[in-house]
């Protein structure tokens, strides 16, 4: 065990999975001599060299094309986009490529890629270096999606990642990479994907979140225990495959959700969680579900605090949903 | 090239051009073309009529293209791979995938090896590393990029070609893919069949350059352009950027000029856009024509050859075809295979068709 950030954890699962596998190997604009402009892949280049860590051209379409054509012929490409909000250009390649290879190839081309990409708001980042698009990924099937919150987490589910057979997109909470810190386990450490986390038990009311949405979730669990409100707080870990069964019997426990994103809200993963809440607990519930969710707007620059969730929006819903039944 | 009205164009050669164009072995090289020319002609009819028909869905024939696919599918060797568009699936016959297979394919049977999860003319052949092909215009450039990247990264001596037509080169993949590989300096072959139609924009408003080869340039390597109605001339060009890419050239860029012979496809009605005098330049460039013309006048081809390559392409594809029709379709559990590697979630009630 050792004590570390979330990116530097990201940075050990890297260098574990390119220690254990030398089809591993990473691509992405700035990660190699630089070692990408968070570091999430520094030092990889010197312990790995310039074939295994590649520097690519400026073209998100070329880096995940590659990476797809990479995959095609058996290695395991971990492809770097170097914000989420600028992975439009490959989401063609994306979407229509490296989700459908298995199916529409009759399960003979498999397309085992890796998408890291940070993703979120509050770095003071404005339109186009904070967005939250992971809905987009969930739509689509053949994709799996997953987002740590803690840096045991982002090494234990990226190793996870790089050992799957299906696509992964790995979206890492870069407002959080260097504040939420931990012990890690040494080595080949996996958390298996679809086992959502309880950060916190309660018995009043479920807050669901995942990725830079747990701490301010935590916090407003910390202070609704003050008034005797006892809120439970689940981390999903991986939005596909999600979950059911745990937050479902959380609800089933609690009767009253919250569901938590910073992402827009109209067609957003909230939408998605509430129904299957609506649909497998409803007469477990106590009170209508409540999503706590960044608005319907593009991601500002000046107003970000005013667009993304916090503690006190999250305990503000949290004593809504107390107020019914 | 010219454009006779309607009148053959003849092959320009003595067989003692062709021996030093394409080696010692061209009489054989161009009867088994000749052949697989046939084979993808009658096919293409037959398919052609069968759409009419209702019997498949849809069908992209590839007439008039015969002489890349042909020359590409005896050129390559096992360890090469085909990221393929939509006119190429004979790439993969010549290349070892069985008819049966691939018309089972057309039908969407069962025996499908994609399951019947395609439109007709988008086959999986892993086995001659024949990738799936996808409706999306382009993107096979970058992936042919990255399988050329993981070979050298392996070591291994295999090259790998990236098909498309003269619309891709409008397209992202086709800048992102060539730029990639010439930066990296890989054996990676950029084969543009232009048949000077994207549906029904011709190539000249497609691209303001004289050749789509030229673009090659911009990325640091030359491009080629060459009558890819002359399977003399594509199957030099092949043997040559192929022998030049396994000695570590870097990326190639042949653009083939042909003559699309048909529509687009099934759904496509080309009298709405082709000038009329379209259908009889496109025969005066045949290949298959050409070639058999040929052969014939040099005495590589006799009647009784003819016939008898007719008649197995007849047969066989008749007999593929006769088999398909008695194949059940895919079952519908089968719809929830290969989504992922295994099921993250089935309905509890399988839809029944």
Redesign the interface.
């Known amino acids: 065990m050792s004590e570390m950030t979330l990116v530097q954890a990201v940075n050990r699962g890297l260098f574990e999975a390119m220690k254990q596998d030398p089809d591993v ?1 990473v691509l992405g604009e700035d990660v190699g001599v630089d070692g990408g402009v968070f570091r999430a892949t520094d030092g990889l280049i010197k312990e790995y060299g310039a ?2 860590v590649i520097d ?2 400026l ?1 998100e ?2 880096i ?12 395991k ?1 971990v492809a770097e986009i170097q914000f989420l909000d600028f992975i439009y ?1 490959a989401f ?2 994306i979407v ?2 490296l989700a ?11 397309c085992h890629v890796v998408i890291r990409a940070p993703y979120g708001g509050g770095i003071k980042g404005g339109v186009y270096h904070s967005q939250s698009t992971e809905a987009y990924f969930c739509h689509t ?2 994709l ?1 999606v997953a987002i740590p919150s803690t840096p045991a987490d982002a090494k234990g589910l990226l190793l996870t990642a790089i050992h ?3 696509p992964v997109m790995f979206f890492e909470p870069k407002r959080i990479y260097r504040t939420a810190t931990g012990e890690v386990p040494d080595g080949d450490y996996r958390v298996p994907f ?1 086992q959502a986390r309880t950060v916190r038990e309660g018995e009043h009311l479920s807050i669901f979140a995942y990725g830079a949405m747990i701490p301010p979730a935590s916090e407003a669990a910390a202070a609704l225990a003050k008034d005797g409100i006892s809120a439970e707080v689940i981390d999903l870990r991986t939005l ?2 999600l979950d059911e069964a745990a937050a479902v019997a959380s609800v089933e426990k609690t009767g009253r959700a919250v569901v938590v994103h910073e992402a827009a809200r109209f067609c957003g993963f909230g939408a998605e969680l509430s129904a299957i809440l609506a649909e497998k607990a409803f007469y477990s519930l106590k009170a209508p579900i409540l999503r706590v969710t960044g608005y319907d707007t593009p991601f500002p620059y000046a107003l970000e605090n005013v667009y993304l969730p916090n503690a006190a929006r999250i305990e503000a819903a949290a004593r809504a949903v107390m107020q019914e039944g | 090239m010219t454009d006779a009205s309607g009148s053959l164009l003849p092959l320009p050669y003595t067989p003692t051009d062709v021996y030093h164009r394409i080696g010692p072995e061209a009489r054989e090289t161009l009867r088994s073309a000749y052949g697989w020319m046939i084979l993808g002609r009658t096919l293409d009819a037959r398919m052609q009529g069968l759409q009419r028909q209702g019997r498949v869905g849809f069908y992209g024939a590839a007439t008039g293209h015969e002489a890349v696919n042909v020359a590409a599918g005896l050129s390559t060797r096992k360890e090469d ?1 085909i ?1 393929p568009g939509l006119r190429e699936p004979l790439v993969a016959l010549v290349r070892g995938h069985p008819l049966p297979r691939y018309v089972q394919h057309l039908f969407a049977t069962a025996h ?4 019947g ?2 439109m007709p003319c ?1 086959p ?3 086995e001659v590393h024949h ?2 092909i ?1 409706s ?1 215009i382009g ?1 096979q ?11 050298r ?2 070591k291994a001596s295999g090259v ?1 070609l990236a098909f498309f037509g003269d619309g891709a080169t409008s397209a ?2 086709f ?3 060539l ?2 590989a010439g ?1 990296a300096g890989l054996p990676v072959v950029f084969v543009c069949a232009n048949n000077q139609w994207a549906i029904s924009m011709p190539v000249e408003r497609q691209s303001a350059v004289a050749t789509l080869a030229q673009k090659a340039s911009a990325y640091g390597y030359s491009g080629v352009t060459v009558d890819g109605t002359d399977i003399v001339a594509v199957l030099e060009a092949f043997q040559r950027v192929l022998r030049e890419s396994r000695e570590g050239s870097g990326p190639h860029l042949i653009e083939f000029r042909v003559y699309r012979m048909t529509p687009h496809s099934s759904s496509d009605d080309p009298t709405r856009y082709q000038p009329v005098d379209w259908n009889a330049r496109a025969r005066a460039h045949d290949p298959v024509v050409r070639l058999e013309t040929w052969l014939s006048t040099v005495g590589w081809l006799d009647d009784a050859d003819r016939a008898g390559y007719a008649q197995r392409a007849s047969e066989s594809v008749r007999d593929a075809i006769a088999e398909a029709e008695a194949t059940p379709p895919p079952s519908p559990a089968s719809l929830f ?5 295994r099921p ?1 979630s089935v309905p509890v009630e399988i839809p029944r068709i």
């Open positions: 190997l074939e295994r690519t051209p073209s379409t070329g995940i094309g590659t990476a797809v054509g990479m995959a095609l012929y058996g290695l490409p250009p063609d390649q229509s490529e459908k290879f298995r199916f529409r190839s009759g399960g003979q081309y498999p099937a053949g799996k799957d057979e299906d679809g596909v495959p | 791979w990221f499908d090896p994609s399951k999860r395609q988008h999986s052949a892993s990738v799936s996808s999306v993107t450039i970058t992936h042919a990029v990255g399988a050329a990247w993981a070979m990264l392996r790998a992202n993949d800048h992102a893919g730029n990639f930066v295979e290969d989504v992922f590697s993250l």
